[in-house]
């Protein structure tokens, strides 16, 4: 960020030559890269922009006409301001260069002293280095502090927070599909800084490379898109709600940005490193340690649990404060030890075997079922009791259990996969209970695709006419679309679901058919939209950031 004139006039070789702005006071923010002296009458022509014009006013016609084309030419020029010498050639500023320079609002400022142009000159220049090197440091410092934050393996809510405080702004992350992923409201309201959110994503945010920009949308926002692996994951956003932003703000937001990448890069290699490597003998189950059926029946044996002849499957109990003040963290250790001893009872009276461990925040269970049990009801009855037991102990969190099929022991690792899959839905749903990941359907390989940018992409490519008509307008089309499709296209099943009259649908499937380019008859469009509109909800159905 350059000094502005009114900074340039508080040194003291200008207050020592008794400088007075005489007209254009209203420019005095005007930025000054460089002084220029001169007495050429035409000096325009040389001067790229920013400069601060010294000149005794030699070189200034007596002619009033000549007098304003000299400030005309100079504010089309772009220059900073014009510092005249107010002793010799003209006592007081001639009034046509008065005029001219205030309805250009370029600053005229007169010195009443004697002083020597060399020596302003000097420290004007040094102010601009010393300021410019104090920004290079500083530009320096954050550009530290957030590649420390990547190489330190920080959370994304630590980087954007960070980056809040910086510009002193709300910040805001989203993902392809222009949802909310996490954000920092620098002590605003959340309904303040969020309100509106996808009416203001989708306006002004198409440019996708890799460079900051600007949207003079209000509030005014500055962005930068997102990358991972050559494919675009989102946006991150900051909302000028408090100071307007610079140019070591702008360099903030690109360092964060690369910050962030590093952060959900690492986020989604931990995910696949913690699909191959988990602890104990569940994490050595899990990890991938246990080489063969073999291996985990002796392991297993030697802790008491017989796994050879059995089926196998798996039960994860994860917890999630009510409150939202820390519950599920403080009573984590109490609830793991409910959980555990109630799979254990329940365990015995199924006449079953298992290996429950504590990894984590997390209870994980390994349960062999003989064959000729009933094993759905069995594995439900369990991790029923376990959640019951849990609540029991802590009613102020919420426990949610996901539960896999039943595979041979080679499948072993399968089953931790389903059962981690149905439990993360249930925390996204947010509502305790058990989950299985036989009922999840087509969502569970929406799941899947939810972290990385092919489901947003997919979304977007479907939905976006529909979505971005839906952001301007005040009678939205998704919910028909979404009730027409669960009627399986049944017309007058879904005008009854809506409450509205069959016209009223048919006029509202007009429109969705002519934003979305889609014919009646076109049977694999219309399964394509099924499936954006269920990981739409996938992509809405990610927590609130707390």
């Not at 014009?53 to 100079?74: N, S, V, Y």
């Not at 001893?341 to 349960?367: C, H, K, L, Y």
């Not at 089309?477 to 009259?501: C, H, V």
Request: net charge negative; charged share 25%; glycine share 8%.
């Amino acid at each position: 960020m350059m000094l502005s004139v009114a900074e340039i006039l508080k040194l003291e070789v200008l207050r020592s030559a008794d400088a007075v702005v005489v007209a254009g006071e209203q420019g005095l923010n005007r930025p000054v890269r460089w002084v220029h002296v001169s007495e050429l009458p035409d000096i325009a022509h040389l001067l790229s922009g920013g400069e601060l014009l010294l000149t005794t006013g030699m070189g200034i016609a007596r002619d009033p006409g000549a007098q304003r084309r000299f400030i005309r030419e100079l504010a089309d020029a772009g220059c900073a301001g014009v510092v005249i010498e107010l002793l010799r050639t003209y006592r007081e500023p001639p009034h046509a260069l008065v005029q001219e320079a205030e309805r250009h609002g370029l600053p005229l400022i007169g010195l009443r002293r004697e002083a020597r142009f060399v020596e302003i000159t000097e420290r004007v220049h040094v102010a601009i280095i010393n300021e410019q090197y104090g920004l290079l440091v500083k530009a320096d410092g954050i550009a530290r502090e957030f590649t420390g934050l990547a190489l330190q393996g920080t959370t994304l809510r630590a980087v954007l927070e960070r980056l809040s405080r910086v510009v002193e702004n709300p910040v805001v992350l989203e993902d392809g599909a222009h949802q909310i992923v996490d954000y920092a409201a620098h002590g605003l309201a959340v309904e303040e800084v969020l309100e509106g959110w996808e009416r203001h994503s989708r306006s002004g945010h198409d440019d996708s490379t890799a460079a900051v920009h600007e949207t003079p949308t209000a509030p005014g926002c500055a962005w930068i898109a997102i990358w991972l692996r050559e494919e675009l994951w989102g946006r991150l956003h900051v909302l000028q709600m408090g100071r307007q932003l610079d140019e070591i703000d702008r360099l903030a937001l690109d360092r964060a940005a690369a910050a962030v990448g590093i952060a959900l890069l690492s986020e989604r290699d931990a995910a696949h490193v913690a699909d191959d490597a988990r602890r104990s003998l569940i994490s050595d189950v899990i990890s991938g340690h246990i080489g063969s059926p073999e291996e985990l029946g002796h392991r297993a044996r030697a802790l008491g649990a017989e796994m050879n002849g059995k089926q196998l499957a798996a039960l994860v109990i994860g917890f999630a404060s009510i409150d939202g003040n820390g519950g599920a963290h403080r009573d984590r250790g109490r609830l793991g030890i409910a959980a555990l001893e109630e799979i254990r009872r329940s365990v015995r009276n199924a006449r079953a075997t298992v290996v429950p461990a504590v990894v984590g925040n997390q209870v994980f269970a390994i349960i062999g079922l003989k064959e000729e049990d009933d094993d759905e009801q069995a594995l439900l009855a369990i991790a029923k009791a376990a959640c019951a037991a849990c609540e029991r102990e802590a009613p102020d969190v919420v426990t949610v259990a996901g539960v896999s099929r039943s595979f041979e022991p080679g499948a072993v690792r399968r089953v931790f996969e389903e059962a981690d899959e149905a439990l993360r839905y249930g925390l996204r749903l947010g509502v305790g209970g058990t989950y299985r990941y036989a009922d999840l359907g087509i969502h569970h390989l929406l799941v899947r695709l939810r972290g990385g940018p092919e489901l947003a992409g997919f979304v977007e490519s479907e939905l976006r006419p529909l979505l971005d008509h839906d952001a301007r307008s005040a009678t939205p089309l998704l919910p028909t679309l979404r009730a027409y499709l669960a009627a399986g296209g049944n017309k007058s099943a879904a005008a009854r679901q809506l409450f509205i009259e069959r016209r009223t649908l048919y006029r509202r499937l007009r429109r969705i058919s002519d934003l979305l380019a889609i014919a009646d008859d076109d049977h694999q469009r219309w399964l394509r939209l099924a499936v954006a509109v269920q990981g739409l909800d996938v992509l809405r159905e990610r927590p609130p950031p707390t």
